[in-house]
DNA sequence: TTAAATTTTGATTATCTCTATCATTAAGTC
DNA sequence: GACTTAATGATAGAGATAATCAAAATTTAA
């Protein structure tokens, strides 16, 4: 199909994510759409953990012409997960947030009071999990392990103003 | 208030329980009503994981006299959770499932097959969490960790039946 | 013990997130 | 380009949780 839709900026990283993709869609005989692309695109463009409603309004923003609904946000994003391109958070009720899964696997610090995520990896407890499920004779298929606190900036403000 | 309300087979452990759960209460001028004392009796006497709905269900059986409404449920669980005398496991979209939080803290491993939860304590990766949560100079208020899978006996009927 | 002040309750409605449906449109195939 | 099949957007529908509100219960202070 003919757009023009701006797709510049195109890492190396991005156009093998891509061709990561097409290949999955063409293996179960899906089809290769531009909504598909786009969401996978803004995914990788941002850092952030994205609600499904977060990612519709970023891309609504960015290619309106598309007029991509949100059906679409949440069948592709099952999709992507499910391929385990994508990796979802569920923080109580809030809803899920996604995040492309390409990137190497981590757990997430989170700040109570302003929400922000951090990142990070510890091989001890990686190597601690899998022995664990082992002993129960589990078969672990995935994992997720979040630490909820004060961050260093909002333990900063605190101090200043209580 | 007079209610013929059963509370027998009240151990010392619950004792201490409701004595924290009502000086709790007075400290944050919330009012004591049979209702909030049930919702915690009835987790108390649950070991298991539950939602809301089970909770409601459980309570209309064992005191239906009380007409308590689920609205009640999920204002008490809210407040409970709030006061860190229950916690909350959340199941993406499939809602929370809540216990009491005055055993001793554990992670959970769920079968993505049959729903099981099985708890664990890992001291090494307690650890972690703790050294960690300090090198970023981050206040740690909770933690939790699931280890999705497939449990033993969901492989063995698999091996079984595929 | 009673009366006043305040909170909680149950019923109900509303909201929020996510899924199902379905007619229309677009991809893939030849 | 025509044919087959899958994807899309709009919208209705579910399910879990929150908000509203009048009635009831609890606490407090006479
Ligand atoms: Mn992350
Ligand atoms: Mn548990
Ligand atoms: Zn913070
Ligand atoms: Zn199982």
Redesign the interface.
Known sequence: MNSQTDFTQRTVEYEILLARFKELLKKNTYKYTIQREVILETLYKSDEHLTPEALHQLIKEKFPELKTGIATIYRTLSLLEDSDMVT?L????Q??KYELGAKEHHDH?I??KCGTI?E?V?E??EE??HR??EE?????????????????NC?KLRFIYD
Chains 1, 2 share one sequence.
């Open positions: 979802s569920s923080f109580g009720s809803g899920k610090m700040c109570t951090t990070f510890d001890a407890i601690r999990q664990i499920a129960f004779g589990f078969e672990m298929q995935d994992h997720s392990m979040q630490i909820y606190g004060i961050c260093k333990k």
